[in-house]
């Protein structure tokens, strides 16, 4: 995967994730609470191109709570 096929792939997912939680009417401070992060860890995870392990498991969670299918 080239750098720019991640940057493409981040920026779709941060697309998607902004677009559930406006139609479910939360904010990002809701989705934290429901998938038990800090504010902080889902920020970097959402709006970062992070690829540590817990950025990878942030976004696992995300997908699964908003139903994101694979970007």
Same mark, same amino acid.
Request: glycine content about 0%; overall charge neutral.
């Given at each position: 995967m080239t750098e720019q096929m991640? =940057?493409?792939?981040?920026?779709e997912f941060k697309k998607r994730v902004k677009d559930a939680l406006y139609d479910r009417e939360m904010t990002q401070r809701d989705l934290a609470k429901a998938i038990g =992060?800090?504010?902080a860890t889902l920020s970097l995870a959402?709006?970062?191109y992070a690829v540590n392990k817990q950025s990878r498991e942030v976004r696992n969670k995300v997908r699964q709570?908003?139903?994101i299918e694979d970007v």
């Open positions: 991640i =940057v493409n792939a981040a920026r =992060v800090s504010e959402i709006n970062t709570l908003l139903n």
